[in-house]
Every structure is written in C-alpha cells, then in structure tokens.
C-alpha cells in the first residue's frame, strides 16, 4: 500500500489544498492530510476544527477516488510524523518561486534526517495558485467574498468567526 503525507496548516482548508489532495490521490492508496498545530502562526481555527474542516472536505473525494483519506494533528518533525503513519512520501504544493525555494531547503534537511522518504511536489491548478490561507482569512475579516477560494462550509465558518 502507497501511504503519503501531504502536511500544512491548513487554517482553513482552501480550493488549493483540495487541489492538491485530489491530485495526490492519484499516487496513493492512503492519504494522511497532517495538520500542523503551529502555534507560532497564530491560528484562527483550533486544530480541532482544521481536521474537522479537512474531515468533511474529503469525504467524498475519497469514495470518487478510492484513496483513504485520514486527517490527523502533528506537532513533532515531519519525518517523525512520516514514520509514525508509514508514509514513503511527503507531498508538498507549490504556487510560486517562493514556494520553491523554501521548500527547496525542506528538502535538504528532510533528505538529511531520512533518504528513504521522497518529496513529491505537485502545482495547484492555475486557477487556485494565488491562494493562500493568510490571504484568504484577510479578505474574510475585512468583509470580504471568499466564496471563490474557498469550500461552502469553509466560507460559512469564516463568516461566523468574523461575525
């Protein structure tokens, strides 16, 4: 069985994140969608509430692809975080250079601590790679419509933390 790890902040979800997950599920049989607790980054949505929001997202996406999907909480090394769920890759998603080249970095270090686990990088479709959770949470909080970057439910959530 093909396991993969595709982490993030995911605060929230967004129609990019559900890109690259639909993708993924091209490359695996089991897909763990790890969500970064991150304290540092402030969080708008409790971890609890991140997984809940990926959880419900995903449902469908894996009956129509037949990928397990199964999001979880991390807040220890990616690898640790590879190695508890048997991932052999770690996915990651690009939007721009700047993307790159910090990813780039995770790279060396990652390969550093584990050779065995490969890093797969996958590019959002071109529509959705100008979104970014920070961006979107700020249009939200200014009253803004996110509706186009977002899933329904996630919109229905920002709306009722910024009400």
Same mark, same amino acid.
């Given at each position: 069985?093909?396991?993969?790890?595709?982490?993030?902040?995911?605060?929230?979800?967004?129609?990019?994140?559900?890109?690259?997950?639909?993708?993924?599920?091209?490359?695996?049989?089991?897909?763990?969608?790890?969500?970064?607790?991150?304290?540092?980054?402030?969080?708008?949505?409790?971890?609890?509430? &991140?997984?809940?929001?990926?959880?419900? %997202?995903? #449902?469908? /996406?894996?009956?129509?692809?037949?990928?397990?999907? !199964? =999001?979880?909480?991390?807040?220890?090394?990616?690898?640790?975080?590879?190695?508890?769920?048997?991932?052999?890759?770690?996915?990651?998603?690009?939007?721009?250079?700047?993307?790159?080249?910090?990813?780039?970095?995770?790279?060396?270090?990652? &390969?550093?601590?584990?050779?065995?686990? %490969?890093? #797969?990088? /996958?590019?959002?479709?071109?529509?959705?790679?100008? !979104? =970014?959770?920070?961006?979107?949470?700020?249009?939200?909080?200014?009253?803004?419509?996110?509706?186009?970057?977002?899933?329904?439910?996630?919109?229905?959530?920002?709306?009722?933390?910024?009400?």
């Amino acid at each position: 069985m093909r396991t993969g790890l595709y982490p993030g902040t995911f605060d929230p979800i967004t129609l990019g994140h559900a890109d690259i997950i639909t993708r993924a599920c091209a490359l695996v049989d089991r897909l763990y969608i790890g969500v970064a607790v991150n304290r540092d980054k402030g969080p708008l949505f409790s971890v609890e509430e &991140r997984v809940a929001m990926i959880e419900a %997202e995903c #449902v469908t /996406l894996s009956e129509q692809t037949g990928t397990e999907i !199964i =999001a979880r909480p991390f807040d220890n090394l990616l690898i640790t975080t590879a190695h508890e769920v048997g991932a052999q890759i770690i996915i990651r998603g690009l939007r721009a250079v700047t993307d790159f080249e910090y990813e780039f970095q995770m790279v060396g270090m990652n &390969r550093a601590l584990d050779s065995r686990i %490969e890093m #797969v990088f /996958l590019m959002a479709e071109v529509r959705h790679q100008a !979104i =970014a959770s920070k961006l979107v949470k700020e249009i939200a909080r200014l009253g803004g419509d996110v509706s186009r970057f977002v899933p329904p439910a996630v919109d229905a959530a920002l709306r009722a933390k910024f009400a």
